[in-house]
């Protein structure tokens, strides 16, 4: 299972409580889509911060580095986190898609310096991601994870 092994990540509520965090959510799968997007709602308030995300929807994974780059340049923001699903099908459509979404997200990343949670899942089937999906049952939460490593960053990088 991908979260044995995971980091605790500790967050100073104090120090995050004035962070500004957008998360983009695709829309595919909307019934998985709702528990990220819950999830990384969830994570937001775990860490401490004064305000609510403000939550930005975009029709699918692919559409997420554009949106990501339009709002990381805004300069509004401290952090973004970015959720979608792919599952796998029976063409290299998957893999076109997760590259080019994990390429693009890493690149807005690096050259704006924001800091990105990355909760694209890349699944073979949908009991695959509803198992990382958050929703009673599931065994991960990858849309908290991603909150809390965006946020996590986000103040790591306040200190430079």
Known sequence: MSGEGAPIINIDKAAAASLRVAIVVAQWHAELMAALLDGA??????????????????????????????????????????????????TPHFDFVCQGTTLGIT???????????????????????FKRSGLPGSKEDKGHEAATAAIATALVLREY
Do not use: W, Y
Request: positive net charge; aromatic residues 6%.
């Open 107 to 129: 690149k807005v990343a690096t050259e704006t310096g924001i800091p990105i949670g990355f909760g694209l899942l890349t699944c073979d089937t949908e009991r695959q991601a």
């Open 41 to 90: 709602q969830r994570g937001c308030r775990d860490a401490g911060l004064n305000h609510d995300p403000v939550v930005f929807h975009v029709p699918g994974a692919f559409e997420l580095p554009v949106a990501a780059a339009r709002l990381a340049r805004s300069k509004q923001f401290d952090a973004i986190v970015v959720l979608g699903l792919v599952v796998r099908g029976m």
